[in-house]
């Protein structure tokens, strides 16, 4: 069995923050999955909902051009009973944005002191990471705080990495 995904082409004028709110129409037994994919078909988040009512899930994007959303069943063997509906927005906004890609020291995301960043993570499958670079002055203490924003059976974890990727605390 092969998972149908339909894919939507969605234009953006520039960096910001691309928002899928997704909506099923009927409480069927399956769950949709969604993505956002950068030109390149990159996953750049997914999410996925049982009985979708407005959920949403908003990505980073780094530049203009053409994202795509996929949308499928989150069953590998059946399709959701029903349809779908849902609303792609952009905002120009980057404040607190995370950036694909930022998964290496090398392509870190770099932040601000005291900057507030709402980020995700595409899969757990694949380990991925998200790294952030900030830029201190001196010796010193580094505060980090981390808030997980919606209840799940996973948790995050961080370390703090010095520029050499030698973990410093975790």
Do not use: H, K, W
Not at 55 to 65: D, K
Not at 83 to 90: G, L, M
């Amino acid at each position: 069995y092969d998972n149908e995904v339909d894919y939507f082409a969605v234009e953006v004028s520039g960096s910001g923050s691309l928002t899928v709110t997704m909506t099923q129409t009927t409480d069927g037994n399956r769950s949709f999955s969604y993505s956002v994919l950068n030109s390149s078909g990159e996953v750049l988040d997914t999410s996925s909902c049982y009985y979708c009512n407005g959920e949403e899930m908003s990505v980073g994007v780094g530049a203009s051009g053409t994202y795509y959303v996929g949308v499928g069943s989150d069953y590998r063997y059946d399709a959701p009973v029903g349809t779908y509906t849902f609303t792609a927005s952009y905002s120009d906004s980057t404040e607190g944005v995370e950036f694909e890609p930022n998964d290496s020291l090398a392509t870190a995301q770099s932040i601000s002191l005291g900057e507030t960043i709402t980020g995700s993570l595409s899969s757990g499958y694949d380990n991925e990471v998200d790294y952030f670079a900030v830029e201190v002055s001196g010796s010193g203490s580094l505060t980090v705080t981390m808030t997980q924003t919606t209840d799940g059976n996973r948790s995050f974890s961080y370390s703090v990495l010095n520029s050499s990727g030698e973990v410093l605390d975790t």
